[in-house]
């Protein structure tokens, strides 16, 4: 696969097979990923891998926090702006509407809603997830390299064959993430990468939004 073709064929794909993915497969994308671009080199990504038994648990515990109604944890950056401008505004609200009506779910069914987006925090079925954190300290300009750092490791799962979803909805319960991972304090949790083959009766995965140019 291309360069080209990994960039158009990569969706955020919201359903998974349970195919195991191969720790040797995992290590060749992460190594090859630290060599993306980063301001003077800081390099300032923490990459975790969860699979098998440790995912296990951390999905049981995800599960009893949200079946128990606990409030999601206190935020450490804003996901998104509280007053979201035009045209990112709409594009969000499109992007909601197309993903929950391929659902058929109707925009003012929320307990509908709600349970779909439980899927989170099962990684819609992934056994393997990628956490990355990034240090507090750091600002701005860093936030940005460690996007390009997830959007490498996106394409080069692609050149693998799999799919993958970036999530920033594991920060909501970061602490029960810090359970099982135990990061040093210094650490932001930013999102969760999961990844593996895209479960063929799931149209959601293959929704692909507006892109102006």
């Not at 195919?19 to 301001?39: D, F, G, I, K, Q």
């Not at 409030?71 to 993903?99: H, I, M, T, V």
């Not at 970036?166 to 990844?195: G, H, N």
Request: hydrophobic share 40%.
């Amino acid at each position: 696969m291309d360069v080209y073709e990994a960039v158009t064929s990569r969706r955020a794909v919201r359903g998974f097979t349970d195919r195991h993915v191969p720790r040797e497969m995992l290590e060749r994308v992460l190594s090859a990923a630290t060599w993306s671009p980063s301001a003077s080199n800081l390099q300032p990504w923490h990459a975790y891998a969860l699979t098998g038994g440790p995912l296990a648990e951390l999905k049981k515990r995800a599960g009893e926090r949200l079946a128990a109604g606990d409030p999601w944890d206190e935020p450490e950056y804003e996901q998104y702006p509280p007053a979201l401008k035009s045209p990112y505004r709409e594009r969000r609200f499109a992007f909601g509407e197309q993903r929950y009506g391929a659902l058929g779910i109707p925009c003012e069914d929320l307990e509908a809603r709600h349970r779909a987006a439980s899927a989170n925090w099962d990684c819609f079925g992934a056994p393997a997830a990628l956490f990355c954190y990034i240090d507090r300290d750091l600002g701005t300009a860093q936030w940005s390299d460690v996007g390009m750092f997830l959007q490498t490791v996106m394409l080069l799962l692609r050149a693998e064959g799999l799919h993958s979803c970036t999530q920033m909805a594991w920060a909501k319960y970061r602490k029960t993430v810090a359970e099982v991972l135990s990061p040093p304090d210094e650490l932001i949790l930013f999102c969760d990468t999961v990844a593996l083959e895209a479960s063929l009766d799931t149209l959601i995965d293959c929704l692909r939004g507006h892109t102006d140019h």
